[in-house]
């Protein structure tokens, strides 16, 4: 295993995650994580995490909308006309169609950047990235499911 692997998991023991800073410590995490996995060029790197983190944003921004203008909506079903109800169920495709567009223009971008392995490579990291962080958080939390 490398230094890296080591540290990271050594990291990810460390990180509490009730506070405000832990958005940073967990996106520095996922960034050495994703780093170490790609074995990304300088060059490589240089061109990649431009393009990365302008779609995180953008990932960002779009999940951010849906959460104030939907998912709060959504919980209260019973209050809402029938024609809020299909206004916002429209609202709702259209998010998700956006998303959608936004996954394909990356996956695109991403694609001339880095070669389609290392592309692949990408996606099964951050889900691995996903699965041990969701494993931590439930190990500081007692093992609780």
Known sequence: MNKILVILFLLFTTVSFGQRGNREKIKSLKVAFIT??????SKEAQQ?????NKFEEEREQLRKKERTEIRE????VPALSDTEAEKLLTQFVQLKAAEEKLNTAYLNEINKVLSTKKTLLLLSSEEEFKRRLLRQYRQNRGGRH
């Open 73 to 76: 909506k959504i919980n209260d």
């Open 48 to 52: 990649f995490w431009p393009v990365y």
């Open 36 to 41: 170490d996995k790609l074995e990304l060029t």
